[in-house]
C-alpha cells in the first residue's frame, strides 16, 4: 500500500481526532496515511520522509522548510504564497469571507466600539483576516482598533491584565473579533480582569470552532465554524491529482466558512441575566440529545414558572422555543454538509425519521432567528 505523510500544524489542538479522519479517507483509496509529531524538527522530518519514501505529503506545518518536499507531491496548507515554489499547490481558507461572516454578525447588533485581536501579527493569515475585518467595517462606516500585542499574543496573566487595561478605555458595548478560538478564550478571560459582562458589556467571536476551547469557556464562546470533512476531502482530491503529474503553475484553493455557531459569548439578551446565559448554552449543547424544556428550567434557583418568566423576559420568546430553534439551527448546518444523508441528519438531530427533521425546519422556521 502507498504512504501518505501528513505534517500537522505546530501545537494542534486536537491532532489525534484529526489524524483519525483523515486515515478514513485516505484507507477509501487505498493508501496509508502516516502522521509526523506536531513539533516535529527539521532533521526527524528528514528522516521520517527517507524511511517511508511516500507517494505525496500534506504539509501544514510553516516550519518545515519546502526543500524537504522537493519532487514528492506535495499539498500545503494554510502557507503564504511568497513561501511557496513556482509549482506548488495550496490550500488556505478565505481571510476575507471569514473576516466579513464575523463583520456582519458583530454589526447586526450595532456595538459602540469594534475591535480586533491578532494571534501572532508576523504570520500572512492573520493580517490578512485583519486587514479584511478592518475593511469590512470600512464598507460600513465603522472604525476598528486593533490591540497592539507583541508578534505573538502571549498566554499569561500580565498580557490579560493588559489587555484588560486596555479594553477598559472603550465605549460599551464593545464588539470584539479575535483572531482564532485560543485568542478568544484569552480574551474571555481579560474581561474577567476589566470587570465587563460577557454577553452585554462585550461580545466575543473566535474562528475555528474548536470546541475543546469553546465548549470549556464560561460562557461558551462564538465562534466560526468550518466544514473540516469536506474540506479534507477536497485537499485529498488535489493530492491524488498531483500524485503522477506534478503541476506547471501554483494550484491554490481557497476554504471557504460555513457559517458560525452561535453561543454564549456573543447572545444579546434583552435583560442580563447569567443563569439565562448558562441555560441557553446547555440548550445549545445539548437540544439535539433529548434535551426536554423542564431539564433547562431545573437549572434556575426559583420554580418552574418564575424560571419560564426569566426566561422569556430575558430572550422574548420560551424556553421550547429556544429548543426547537437550536435543533433547526444544527439540522440546517448539517444539511448543508453534503458528507451526510437525510437518516444520519436526523439521527443527529435527535430524530427517528427524515420526515421529523423536516416539519421542524417548516414549522420552526420564522419564529425565532
Known amino acids: 500500500m502507498k504512504v501518505i505523510l501528513s505534517f500537522p500544524r505546530v501545537n494542534s489542538p486536537n491532532p489525534e481526532m484529526a489524524r483519525l479522519q483523515l486515515s478514513k479517507i485516505y484507507a477509501e ?7 509526523a509529531d506536531t513539533n516535529v524538527s527539521v532533521a526527524a522530518a528528514r528522516e521520517f520522509i527517507d524511511f517511508w519514501h511516500p507517494a505525496g505529503c500534506i504539509v501544514n506545518n510553516d516550519r518545515l522548510p519546502v526543500e524537504l518536499f522537493r519532487g514528492i507531491p506535495t499539498v500545503y496548507l494554510h502557507r503564504s504564497i511568497q513561501k511557496l515554489p513556482p509549482r506548488a499547490a495550496l490550500v488556505s481558507y478565505d481571510e476575507n469571507a471569514i473576516a466579513k461572516l464575523a463583520a456582519r454578525e458583530l454589526l447586526s447588533h450595532g456595538y459602540a466600539s469594534y475591535v480586533y485581536i491578532p494571534h501572532n501579527m508576523t504570520a500572512t493569515w492573520d493580517n490578512r483576516r485583519m486587514k479584511g475585518f478592518i475593511r469590512a467595517m470600512d464598507i460600513n462606516f465603522s472604525e476598528v482598533s486593533v490591540y497592539p500585542s507583541p508578534p505573538m499574543f502571549p498566554h499569561t496573566v500580565r498580557a490579560q491584565k493588559k489587555l484588560a487595561s486596555w479594553l477598559k478605555m472603550l465605549p460599551r458595548p464593545i464588539g470584539i473579533f479575535a483572531a482564532c478560538d485560543r485568542v478568544a478564550a484569552l480574551v474571555l478571560d481579560a474581561c474577567i480582569f476589566a470587570e465587563l459582562k460577557v454577553p452585554g458589556d462585550a461580545a466575543i467571536i473566535g474562528v475555528d470552532n474548536d470546541e475543546t476551547i469553546c465548549e470549556t469557556t464560561h460562557p461558551a464562546l462564538t465562534s466560526v465554524y468550518f ?88 430572550t422574548g420568546h420560551s ?16 444539511i448543508a454538509s453534503s458528507s451526510l444523508k437525510t437518516v444520519g441528519i436526523a439521527a443527529r438531530c435527535g430524530y427517528a425519521s427524515w420526515s421529523s427533521v423536516h416539519r421542524l425546519l417548516h414549522r420552526s422556521r420564522g419564529s425565532l432567528t
Not at 439578551?269 to 423542564?294: C, E, F, N, S, Y
Open 29 to 35: 483509496h487505498e493508501f496509508a496515511l502516516k502522521s
Open 227 to 314: 466544514d473540516h470533512e469536506a474540506d479534507r476531502r477536497r485537499t485529498l482530491d488535489l493530492l491524488m491529482n498531483l500524485i503522477g503529474n506534478l503541476p506547471q503553475r501554483q494550484n491554490i484553493i481557497h476554504y471557504q466558512p460555513s457559517g458560525i455557531v452561535h453561543r454564549g459569548s456573543s447572545m444579546q439578551l434583552k435583560r442580563p441575566d447569567a443563569t439565562v446565559v448558562a441555560a441557553r448554552d446547555l440548550i445549545r449543547q445539548r437540544a439535539t440529545q433529548g434535551l426536554k424544556a423542564r431539564d433547562v428550567l431545573a437549572t434556575f434557583d426559583c420554580g418552574r414558572r418564575m424560571a419560564e418568566i426569566r426566561f422569556r423576559a430575558a
Open 319 to 334: 424556553v421550547l422555543e429556544e429548543i426547537l430553534a437550536e435543533r433547526r439551527r444544527q439540522a440546517e448546518a448539517l
